[in-house]
């Protein structure tokens, strides 16, 4: 009966989906919610070394362990490509993969800069300050994920994929 619960114990412990800790969460949210205050008090540099105006109504970020569930069970498929609609429920998502494997901190800030840095690389110059396609074609969609004012909650999941050779960064973000 012991070998029979311990069996069963051991089943769920590696079939779990692990959420990321405490430590990992504060990385992550410190990361975007300084980006995002950039933007918002009119820091955010421009491809041109120009700042973007001061933005409005940009609320700050918090973790939603739902979709925070939803990222890590996506990002534990090891798969580098984006999930469906239907998978992600709606909300909005940014992938990162770097070769190897990286501190989960060190990766989920590292996600969230490189996300970012698509301003300062590709740029944002639509004088009314909206997302077009052309805007968006030019290479900013992760950024403008990381932008968008009315989003107020994310979850992002993170695995060292070793068969694949990566550790992937899933985030999901709501509204989208």
């Not at 769920?12 to 692990?18: E, N, P, R, W």
């Not at 498929?77 to 909005?92: A, D, I, L, M, P």
């Amino acid at each position: 009966m012991a070998k029979f619960f311990l069996t069963v114990l051991l089943m769920a412990f590696t079939s779990a989906t692990f959420a990321l800790t405490k430590e990992e969460q504060d990385a992550l949210l410190n990361a975007h919610n300084s980006l995002r205050a950039d933007l918002a008090n009119g820091r955010a540099v421009n491809d041109d070394n120009t700042t973007l105006p001061a933005g409005k109504n940009i609320y700050k970020l918090n973790i939603d362990p739902t979709i925070e569930a939803m990222a890590q069970k996506y990002a534990d498929k090891c798969v580098f490509e984006h999930s469906t609609q239907k998978e992600r429920n709606g909300t909005g998502e940014n992938l990162y993969n770097m070769g190897g494997q990286q501190n989960y901190k060190d990766a989920l800030v590292g996600a969230s800069n490189l996300w970012w840095s698509e301003l300062k690389e590709n740029g944002f110059h639509n004088p009314d300050l909206i997302l077009t396609q052309k805007e968006w074609d030019n290479g900013i969609g992760h950024w403008s994920q990381m932008a968008w004012a009315q989003t107020e909650s994310l979850g992002c999941g993170v695995k060292y994929c070793e068969k694949e050779g990566f550790t992937i960064v899933v985030c999901n973000y709501s509204p989208a």
